[in-house]
């Protein structure tokens, strides 16, 4: 029976895109073959890759080149999510909070739908319905 892998990264540091992309297609062929002697598989549709850039690459243009692994094509998407946190090829953190401020946004206008003026929830109820929707998406 195989087991499959879900979660897992590897890191290739190289100055240009296309020797990251070469060296990254040698380094999961050695990691496959010496996972299925364990019994283990890469669930490869699920996986995501980007280029992470140095500090001097930031202004750089960034890497659209098709990685292929297994026969299938990715394109390196603008950001992943990793650890909970949203990630961009020149570790911007814009992306990540940005994403957190629709959810924040989401969970107001479900407390102002649940209370609408004069009808609906106690206004200590919303503070408390508030607080606890939206606190854990800030944190």
């Not at 407390?111 to 508030?130: D, E, F, K, N």
């Amino acid at each position: 029976m195989i087991s499959y892998v879900d979660d897992f990264a590897i890191r290739v540091p190289y100055l240009c895109y296309r020797g990251n992309i070469r060296r990254l297609q040698e380094l999961f062929e050695k990691l496959e073959t010496r996972a299925l002697r364990l019994g283990i598989s890469c669930h490869v549709p699920k996986t995501e890759l980007i280029h992470w850039r140095t500090h001097g690459q930031r202004h750089s243009p960034k890497c659209d080149s098709l990685i292929q692994i297994k026969g299938e094509l990715f394109h390196p998407p603008d950001a992943i999510l990793w650890l909970r946190y949203w990630f961009t090829p020149a570790f911007d953190p814009a992306a990540h909070f940005s994403r957190r401020l629709a959810l924040r946004q989401g969970a107001f206008g479900l407390i102002r739908r649940l209370s609408p003026p004069g009808a609906g929830l106690a206004p200590y109820l919303c503070h408390r319905l508030a607080t606890s929707l939206v606190a854990p998406i800030l944190l």
